[in-house]
């Protein structure tokens, strides 16, 4: 069964630290690429950052260049977020997705395999 799982989300405060993670339950999970996405409170989804299952490519959005690093695990099929320096606007439900390709898309509907996401709430 492919099965994407976050764990790690919860209140924090700014200008901390926090890591996302993502068990993978995925067969051939070194032909994916693995994303991650975040939905805050009256927006829509947006891409965060990609990268290939080899971890050789990665490409983030601006918003989080700088302050967020995605990395993978391709031994335990394991997806992190390792949020630095983050801001109440970081504030959101982040989901990890997965596509069966090469290419770091940056729109969601590439992605056909979804997490149910975790809250992240980062006060002031």
């Known amino acids: 069964q492919v099965q994407l799982v976050e764990s790690g989300g919860g209140l924090v405060q700014a200008g901390g630290s926090l890591r996302l993670t993502c068990a993978a339950s995925i067969r051939n999970f070194r032909s994916y690429t693995m994303a991650w996405f975040r939905q805050a409170p009256g927006k829509e989804r947006e891409f965060v950052a990609a990268?290939?299952?080899?971890?050789?490519?990665?490409h983030y959005a601006d918003a989080v260049r700088g302050r967020f690093t995605i990395s993978i695990d391709n031994v335990e099929n394991m997806v992190y977020l390792q949020m630095n320096s983050r801001f109440p606007d970081d504030t959101a439900v982040y989901y990890c997705a997965a596509d069966q390709s090469y290419y770091l898309h940056v729109a969601e509907r590439m992605y056909d395999i979804w997490g149910q996401g975790t809250q992240v709430t980062v006060s002031s």
């Open positions: 990268a290939h299952w080899s971890g050789a490519t990665t």
